[in-house]
């Protein structure tokens, strides 16, 4: 997974490049470039196993000789464990991206460590208001198996984003959508963002097929059990006081076009009640359907890494929705 987060002006003193803990080897240098996700896995050591073994050789030296080279080894063995090598930049790429900054960090090159403190200025503070930035920075490093985080100007990203004003990006964290990697999602709000997607995907194809009236109602706060969602049809009141109204639309008649129902489409493939209704309008001439899906709002990015970064506090992202979708008799067009 790519993350990025966008700010007005990249620092002077800040090289555009590949950041980490260590130097990228021969292999990685060869896939280094400005939008390749490294795959390679990086083994970690855990000390010189033979220091014990070395210490016994030892007592067969001389005192002052093996003295010495205890304390060597002592010091040799502190400074591996108690130094951490600086998040500096690795290998400069100014050239292979024509102008443009970028500053690019790659999980595989952090050595497991993601104590930000002293390398707080490479994020433009955006880590600062989070509870832990470590927590916060570990958690997005490590999500999908090892990810890539970006810092790049706003006004030099060529990738279609939500979230910002008069065309322009805003400020903040941004994932990649996670049905399409050229389209960004601030992080912060990602749910509603995919929730007016889908909601968008599922009225355009109805009416792209003749629907005539289109009543979309999450019902996730009467009850988490999906059985009790259904009930509602048949209790009025409590489906009127429990549910909320996410759209309700009416067409005029005459529309029938099924490759624009499914044209641009990447979320409604997921719901199966959904496609049943689409393919039964397709290939019938069926006039109504009310039934519950379940949608996840997630999109399929991890629940707990959005949870970390959302604006609303336990957020549940599996959520009811309830349609009723009445259409045209395709006689009468």
């Given amino acids: 997974m790519n993350y990025y987060i966008i700010v007005d002006k990249i620092k002077d003193n800040h090289e555009s490049g590949i950041y980490g803990r260590r130097k990228l080897t021969k292999d990685e240098k060869k896939n280094a470039e400005f939008n390749d996700v490294l795959s390679i896995f990086i083994k970690t050591k855990n000390g010189d196993s033979n220091l ?3 210490i016994l050789k030892s007592v067969f030296k001389p005192f002052p000789v093996y003295a010495l080279e205890l304390i060597d080894k002592a010091k040799e063995k502190y400074n591996q464990l108690n130094f951490v090598p600086a998040l500096t930049i690795q290998e400069n790429i100014q050239e292979k991206i024509q102008g443009k900054k970028i500053l690019i960090f790659k999980d595989s090159l952090l050595d497991n460590n993601y104590n930000i403190d002293k390398e ?26 090892g990810a890539t985080m970006s810092i790049v ?15 322009k990006f805003s400020y903040g964290i941004y994932c990649e959508h996670p049905k399409n990697s ?3 999602l601030p992080l912060n709000n990602t749910a509603e963002i995919i929730e007016r997607i889908i909601l968008e995907e599922i009225i355009s194809a109805y009416e792209a097929l003749g629907a005539k009236r289109i009543k979309i109602f999450d019902v996730s706060h009467f009850s988490n059990d999906l059985k009790a969602s259904r009930r509602l049809f048949s209790i009025s009141s409590e489906y009127n006081s429990n549910s909320l109204v996410l759209r309700e639309k009416e067409f005029g008649k005459g529309t029938f076009d099924p490759d ?8 409604i493939f997921d719901y199966p009640n959904v496609i049943t209704t689409i393919n039964a309008r397709i290939y019938g001439n069926q ?5 519950t899906e379940q949608i996840d709002l997630s999109g399929g990015l991890e629940i707990d890494l959005l949870s970390m970064f959302s604006l609303s506090n336990n957020f549940n992202y599996k959520r009811h929705w309830q349609f009723e979708v009445e259409f045209y008799d395709k006689n009468d067009f």
Avoid at 128 to 141: D, H, L, P
């Fill in 182 to 184: 050229e389209v960004l």
């Fill in 120 to 145: 707080n200025d490479l994020f433009y503070g955006f880590f600062s208001n989070t509870n832990g930035k470590k927590i916060s920075f570990e958690k997005i490093m490590k999500s999908y198996g």
């Fill in 153 to 167: 100007e706003r006004n030099s990203v060529n990738k279609i984003h939500f979230g910002g004003v008069d065309g």
């Fill in 287 to 291: 006039i109504l359907e009310k039934f």
């Fill in 52 to 54: 014990f073994t070395n």
């Fill in 260 to 267: 624009r129902a499914k044209k641009d489409k990447v979320f």
